[in-house]
């Protein structure tokens, strides 16, 4: 089954405007990344946040986890144009061995 | 620069033909890993590699092979009995900090 789903699939906003996009998992995890594809290009990491974290901040971006409910979103403040593209969380399980799985990530477009 | 390289950027390949696909690293990780990418979908795991000469069959492993003999080379060859093998393949590597990813390699069927 799907460990990190995203939501919404897809997001259109207006550069100057705030982007929130979810992540939901299944089993616990040590740690949760989130990751950016521009179009035809390889994923580049973000931020990772970890289970006894509840929030993190870089830049424009901030993560927030709650374990409770198993989820974490990623807010994109002050949109540009260029923050377009699309963003994939990954969960790393806590048990089970090696097992990191990407969601089918959020397609982000800021209109200029 | 410190970072993973990934060739050819496009790959043709002919039914019945085996193809393979470079990943090179120079970031000292331990940790390699090929994914596969279809439009629109999500990142799925072919193979991956902890150590030198070992490796683990991820969860679409079937009609592709790979080798670790150097830390800082992961080939992944895509073989005539993978049936759809059109898609996006990229290669990463990892520490703690999370996975870093080369740019990719797009085969298609012709």
């Known amino acids: 089954s799907q460990q990190g789903e995203e939501d919404p699939q897809a997001l259109s906003i207006q550069e100057g405007e705030n982007a929130t996009m979810n992540c939901s998992y299944k089993?616990?995890?040590?740690?949760l990344q989130w990751y950016r594809q521009n179009s035809g290009r390889g994923l580049v990491h973000l931020i990772l946040?970890?289970?006894?974290?509840r929030e993190k901040h870089s830049g424009r971006l901030r993560v927030t986890l709650d374990t409770s409910k198993k989820s974490s979103s990623l807010l994109i403040t002050a949109s540009r144009a260029a923050d377009t593209a699309s963003y994939f969380c990954?969960?790393?399980?806590?048990?089970?061995?090696?097992?990191?799985?990407f969601g089918a990530g959020t397609r982000l477009f800021v209109k200029a | 620069d410190g970072g993973i390289t990934q060739s050819p950027k496009y790959l043709f390949r002919k039914e019945g033909q085996n193809v393979t696909l470079s990943c090179e690293q120079n970031?000292?990780?331990?940790?390699m890993y090929w994914y596969r990418q279809d439009p629109g979908q999500g990142l799925r795991l072919i193979y991956y590699?902890?150590?030198?000469?070992?490796?683990q069959k991820g969860d679409i492993a079937e009609g592709y092979s790979v080798s670790r003999e150097k830390k800082e080379s992961f080939p992944l060859t895509v073989t005539s009995a993978q049936k759809n093998p059109t898609a996006f393949y990229l290669c990463?590597?990892?520490?703690?900090?999370?996975?870093?990813f080369g740019s990719g390699t797009r085969l298609t069927v012709v």
């Open positions: 990463a590597s990892s520490t703690w900090g999370g996975y870093t």
């Open positions: 089993t616990s995890i040590n740690n």
């Open positions: 946040i970890r289970s006894n974290e």
């Open positions: 990954a969960t790393d399980a806590a048990t089970g061995g090696f097992k990191t799985i």
């Open positions: 970031l000292n990780h331990d940790a």
């Open positions: 590699s902890q150590i030198v000469n070992d490796f």
